[in-house]
């Protein structure tokens, strides 16, 4: 049996088990092409080490390929198919420092908007409508891009204002309200592709009718952010994502929860409900400390504070 039948046969095993792995399965065909045709019993932990280091990879990046490998070698070896995994111990590199998400400032979202015509002309694979209403569903609706990107027109309920999120980062499915206004965009969206005859399911696809892929959405959003002129400081690496403006929406919504003094004890544990997390730890990783959320805050401590010394 070939490296490649082998990876196969992980993969549909993982896949049998109720896994996506999507992200494991273009790290497992990027190393059955970089080994080549040779067998299993003949990769060494050198060509382990060269693919998982290779062109300057992030040390996150560089320790996914690894965590996906040693589970692959461990089938093999539990399978009988190798006597021993020839994983190497992997040696960690400097710690990198952890990327801040961005939070886009209200008038950053309308220069992102306002540029997009000008990041889609004729030869993008993406027209205007399809990005400009993909990013305003990752912000209004706090939609992870993979949600987003694997929506169907069935998933979309223009009566009750609701989407069905399907297929979700922890394999749930989960109903997000709309606002009149994100439903009057998504309405006119979907009118105007029955208008254009497009035949796929999918909510979202590009200009030649086949779903959207990360990679045409990465350089779409890519054109977008310099045309905008959005950027800061550390590299290529810490530049502002699309994933940011899921980001954005939630600090966005607890700032102005802040405002109005409204109760955040009652409130978050929906906000977590709805951005589709577990349990409130994962809705923590997503408030970062802005400094407009921080004024806020403060602002909140304070009266609390002369509350308490009047009391």
């Known amino acids: 049996m070939s490296t490649a039948e082998i990876i196969a046969n992980y993969i549909e095993h ?30 060494r932990s050198a060509m382990i080490s060269r693919f998982v280091d290779r062109g300057g990879t992030s040390d996150a990046t560089a320790r996914k390929k690894h965590h996906v490998l040693a589970g692959f070698f461990r089938f093999a070896v539990t399978r009988h198919l190798l006597k021993t995994s020839p994983m190497p111990s992997r040696v960690r590199k400097h710690h990198a420092t952890p ?63 609701l989407i069905h999120v399907r297929g979700t980062k922890f394999f749930k499915t989960r109903i997000v309200p709309l606002s009149a206004s ?50 800061r400081d550390g590299g290529a690496r810490n530049q502002p994502r699309m994933h940011d403006l899921r980001h954005s929406a939630a600090v966005h919504r607890v700032t102005a929860w802040y405002r109005c003094g409204a109760d955040l ?23 970062t400390m802005n400094q407009e959320l921080l004024v806020e805050a403060s602002r909140r401590f304070e009266a609390f504070a002369q509350g308490a010394c009047h009391g």
């Open 14 to 43: 993982k896949r049998g088990l109720g896994m996506r792995f999507a992200t494991e399965n273009a790290i497992l065909i990027a190393f059955e092409r970089f080994v080549g045709n040779v067998a299993l019993c003949e990769i």
């Open 99 to 161: 990327y801040i998400p961005y939070i886009y400032s209200e008038a950053e979202l309308k220069r992102i908007l306002a540029a997009v015509p000008a990041a889609t002309g004729p030869d993008a694979n993406i027209d205007a409508d399809t990005l400009r209403t993909f990013l305003l569903l990752l912000y209004g609706a706090a939609l992870r891009r993979g949600e987003a990107r694997r929506l169907k027109i069935a998933d979309v309920d223009l009566s009750q204002s």
């Open 265 to 287: 004890n009652d409130l978050l544990p929906k906000l977590a409900t709805y951005l589709g997390h577990k349990n409130l730890s994962g809705t923590q990783r997503y408030l």
């Open 182 to 231: 994100l439903n009057a965009v998504v309405t006119a969206f979907i009118a105007k592709r029955r208008v254009d005859c497009l035949e796929s399911n999918s909510l979202f696809s590009k200009r030649d009718g086949t779903d959207l892929t990360d990679s045409a959405l990465s350089a779409a959003f890519q054109r977008l952010r310099t045309i905008a002129g959005i950027q």
